[in-house]
């Protein structure tokens, strides 16, 4: 695992805003890792864990319990589709069965592919894009609503798939 | 994809927080805020007492906008004078309550309001370092509020000595990772202490006396402290005059589910009734559609049925008390009112649902949601709240047995008040709301004779019989 200059400077930084406890930026550091890597592997964990002076436990039990955190690796973009209730009364599992359908990731029909903390990822036979199903993204008055990456998009139509999924090469 | 039309407001609206808010050539950096007099509440701020400022949010009288309602200033008066260890302020930007969608267009629009308020509410309680804790989600909003303390520290509002007065203040913006129980302001403590949001039990641990790392802290929802920065240009008696006594100044609430025009209106508290709210603001329900169920204050509070009537005890002409009948849609949007009819005003997420739904498809919905964000720390919780999941799902699969309804309301009944957080009323009570509300709904759903079969071991006559 290769840390580059640039990672580091802002590992360094996001430790700094904790002046009372290096543990504090156990969040942060875990946000870097998978900004860059991806998700977060064994390797990421031992090191946090070393750098924060903390056991490798004390960072495995922040990827499990926290359900932003991925041990495998997602999709070259990732898509996350709100499923609560606003969300829901407004389309959310149909726009979820179209977006699967056009990324090729296969859907069980029932509003998910997936479900829950453990492995709640969807890759595409190509890798190219990966969906989750997440729980209320607070834009209720305008759902169905809907990221890919970190791109935010409301009251998305059917029609308007395609033009949103063409953006990401 | 363009982001939908912005609205302007309702007449019947009255904006302060959300002045601002899709204002046409409106932008969240400091120029524009300071162009549109950003700051000046800020600098009369530090030209008073802290406690004169503490004071006066204790005279606004204003309450919580998190979801509990809470008196601000009662929270506030709790860090007790002299204090010698540090103080800490922590903002609440977590905003998860599945109905609830306000603080998103703060941070994004109109960072430096937040920023102004965290400051002054900073400089009152002697508070040198502070955290704002947002959602894992808002990566953008996250980035807006980085560069907008940046823009603050470099024009002196921020970071050593402010405005020459000798207060120094950093502000770190904290990123959370989707755990919606790190909106508990306990929860939130832990994870900031980069652990598990596993909610503290209290006493003793109250966050103004042992709350991050230990020392005095003030958790304080977006809204409130924005609502702080109103109340020293105002004045706390002049904020007290909005709204009515005890439910003072506006409030942001949320419309969403089914009516024409969902959204966000900023009201002041309890100005419009329920139904104002639904038939006049948003239009009413769709084209041939009635409404048939509300949840009135995010989805952890108590639904109504649309055909629901109270009673429920108002001051008359002369100041007697007395009591009247009212329907859903006549329940003025306040505090008081909504918990004296059974539900809460909680976050101000109104979800509305009409006659085309399916209430044990909603709840359900509703129970996933709750399954999956129990921290899993008390047992009643954990293994309740995914208990009433798999009860709705298998009535939702056309398994459902007679007995499903009660079993859901017992389920539901020992969660409530049994728990470390408030996390265990707001999943049981859609459940035991929902069961007793459109018991006709889960009766139909619920029809098979007996339950579905138990696992063999659990039949064994050693364990039924005598058996340990």
Known sequence: MQIPTELTAQIDEAISHYPVSKRSASLPLLHLFQEHFGFISDEAIEWIAAKLELQPIHILELVTFYPMFRRKPPGKHHIRVCKTLSCALAGAEALKAKLCEATGIPCDGHGGCHNGHGDSVTVSPDGKFSIESVECLASCGSGPVMMVNDDFFEAVTDGEIPQILSKYK | ?468
């Not at chain 2, 953008?140 to 203040?169: P, R, V, W």
């Not at chain 2, 954990?382 to 309804?405: F, Y």
């Open chain 2, 1 to 468: 994809m363009p982001a939908p039309a912005r609205r302007h407001p309702h007449p019947r609206e009255k904006r302060m927080v959300f002045a601002n808010i899709d204002r046409a050539g409106y932008t969240p950096d400091i120029e524009c805020y300071l162009r549109n007099g950003g700051y000046a509440d800020l600098k009369k701020a530090v030209t008073m007492a802290p406690a004169a400022i503490v004071n006066e949010v204790k005279a606004s009288a204003l309450r919580g906008r998190g979801g509990a309602g809470f008196p601000c200033g009662v929270k506030w008066g709790f860090i007790r004078p002299g204090e010698t260890k540090p103080i800490y302020l922590i903002c609440n930007a977590d905003e998860s309550e599945p109905g609830t969608f306000k603080d998103r267009y703060i941070i994004h629009q109109d960072p430096h309001q937040l920023i102004e308020g965290m400051i002054i509410s900073a400089f009152a309680l002697n508070v040198h370092l502070a955290y704002l804790y947002i959602r894992g989600e808002f990566p953008l909003g996250a980035k807006i509020l980085e560069q907008a303390i940046a823009e603050a520290k470099a024009s002196g509002f921020l970071g050593k000595n402010i405005l020459g007065t000798g207060f120094d203040l950093e502000i770190y913006v904290h990123r959370g990772a989707g755990a919606y129980i790190c909106g508990e302001e306990t929860g939130l403590i832990e994870s900031l202490e980069g652990k598990r949001a596993y909610p503290r039990i209290k006493p003793p641990y109250f966050p103004a006396v042992l709350g991050l790392y230990q020392c005095p802290t003030i958790v304080n929802n977006v809204e409130t402290l924005c609502h702080v920065k109103h109340i020293v240009r105002m004045g706390g008696a002049e904020f007290a005059k909005i709204g009515t006594p005890n439910n003072t100044g506006t409030r942001i609430v949320g419309v969403s589910g089914d009516v024409q025009r969902p959204g966000y209106f900023e009201i002041e508290v309890g100005s419009m009734t329920l139904g104002e709210l639904l038939n006049d603001l948003c239009g009413g329900p769709k084209p041939g559609r009635s409404f048939k169920a509300i949840i009135p204050g995010g989805s952890s509070a108590k639904v109504f049925r649309a055909d629901e009537r109270f009673k429920i005890k108002t001051k008359g002409a002369d100041g007697a008390m007395v009591e009247k009948e009212i329907g859903v849609l006549d329940i003025p949007m306040d505090f008081d009112t909504m918990a004296a009819c059974g539900s809460m005003a909680g976050s101000g997420g109104v979800i509305v649902m009409d006659d085309s739904r399916d209430m044990v498809e909603t709840l359900n919905n509703l129970n996933q949601f709750y399954a999956h964000e129990s921290c899993g720390q008390c047992t009643p919780c954990r293994e309740g709240s995914l208990w009433m999941r798999k009860v709705t799902d298998r009535m939702l699969a056309g398994g459902g047995a007679q007995s499903d309804p009660a079993t859901l309301t017992s389920v539901s009944n020992n969660i409530a008040g049994k728990t470390i957080c408030a996390f265990g009323e707001a999943c049981s009570w859609p459940t035991m709301s929902f069961v007793a509300k459109f018991p006709e709904e889960f009766a139909t759903r619920a029809t098979k004779p007996v339950p579905p079969p138990t696992p063999p071991e659990f039949l064994s006559e050693a364990l039924t019989e005598g058996g340990h």
